[in-house]
């Protein structure tokens, strides 16, 4: 694989402008009255499914997809931008008084990735920060809250508008980011849109959560600071292909060449010094010519809400897309459309792709069933 500093993408920046999360689909639900899935979530349609008895859709099903949450949704500290408090197993030593000596930053940096695959990331990548992916206004929760109460009011509806609107501004120096892909179980994949895909990807949240908490901790340790991130604060999947994983698919996810779509993306921004990576332009441009012709993500969409154009173009098709960078748009009102008609997320785009290297597709019930 080839790796360059060309660019990896084309924007055009008469348009472009930094992205306002709250019109990221799952917020726009919030407080867009002209959505068909204004006010729902997954719950809507649960006891209609488990009533069904269709295979996986039972309550053992949804159970396994909550349960896969837990971590995610509970830790207090999986998204801080600060020191944690000291703690006794850890030595009781506030590690931020003074900082490490890093000699060589080329060798640190790969210390930082084998940190984060010690604790659990699949892929690591180094980046600059670059400013178009940090969200220009978003939602920001309260230091050591976690996800669960941060957004309780969101979730009990009694949201405004403004609890979206906070400036997200980065601290003065710091200047990298740590991005990491967490694979997702491919036998669980393959069973989408069922539950026990969704399963895999909740899972995957929360084996995020526990890493980015894991590695913040360590830089800080070292003395350096560390901003925690899942899908807040800056736009996951640039980042991750200005650090060398991967390049965007006709889904509109990462496609990675080790996972293709089947991974879920954290990251950790921080001023330790390390040595960024390069884009994978052959993996960019061997993707872009398989996806031209591939369509087998929109061919198995539920909703038709990836496009079947030959052609990516700069012509978002909803206010849930950002305009200004050429690429194959997704619908993400259709797709949450579906999301909330299968009480879980879908996951057919990422089974189907042949970059996922699946390599047996499985019924929920041979899921359950296979050891």
């Known amino acids: 694989m080839r790796y360059t500093k060309e660019l990896p993408y084309e924007i055009d920046e008469k348009v472009y402008k930094r992205f306002e999360q709250k019109y990221n689909i799952l917020y726009r639900r919030l407080w867009d009255k002209s959505l068909t899935t204004y006010g729902k979530m997954f719950e809507v349609n649960i006891d209609e499914h488990i009533s069904s008895h269709k295979d996986g859709y039972s309550r053992i099903d949804f159970a396994l997809v909550s349960a896969g949450w837990t971590i995610y949704e509970n830790f207090p500290s999986a998204f801080t931008w600060k020191k944690k408090k000291l703690m006794d197993i850890g030595y009781g030593i506030n590690w931020m008084n003074s900082k490490y000596k890093i000699e060589d930053p080329t060798t640190f940096s790969s210390t930082i990735k084998k940190v984060a695959k010690f604790y659990g990331a699949s892929l690591v990548g180094i980046t600059d920060i670059n400013d ?19 957004k309780e009011e969101i979730r009990g509806g009694k949201i405004t508008k403004s609890l979206l609107d906070q400036p997200i501004n980065l601290p003065e120096g710091i200047n990298k980011v740590i991005v990491m892909a967490i694979e997702m179980d491919p036998e ?43 899908n807040d604060t800056a736009l996951s999947i640039p980042l991750a ?33 390390i040595v960024s990576d390069l884009p994978n332009i052959d993996f960019i441009r061997k993707v872009g010519g ?62 189907i792709c042949p970059f996922s290297k699946i390599k047996e597709h499985l019924s929920p019930s041979e899921f359950w069933t296979k050891t």
Do not use: H
């Not at 978003?138 to 230091?143: A, H, L």
């Not at 909740?202 to 995020?208: C, Q, R, V």
């Open 290 to 351: 398989v996806c031209k012709t591939c369509c087998k993500c929109a061919e198995a969409c539920e909703n038709n809400a990836i496009s079947r154009e030959v052609n990516p173009s700069f012509n978002p098709d909803t206010i849930s897309n950002n305009p200004g960078v050429k690429k194959y748009y997704v619908n993400g009102e259709k797709c949450f459309e579906f999301w909330i008609e299968n009480s879980s997320d879908c996951g057919n785009c990422i089974a």
């Open 188 to 230: 669980a994949i393959s069973t989408a849109p069922a539950q026990p895909a969704a399963a895999a990807a909740s899972l995957a949240y929360s084996k995020m959560a526990f890493i980015i908490s894991c590695i913040g901790e360590f830089i800080r340790n070292l003395g350096y600071r560390a901003i925690q991130c899942g």
């Open 241 to 273: 292909i200005d650090a060398g994983l991967g390049t965007l698919g006709r889904n509109g996810l990462l496609l990675t060449p080790e996972f293709g779509p089947r991974v879920r993306i954290c990251k950790v921004f921080t001023d330790i010094p």
């Open 132 to 150: 178009k992916w940090i969200y220009k206004t978003g939602f920001k929760r309260p230091e050591l809250v976690s996800e669960a109460e941060s």
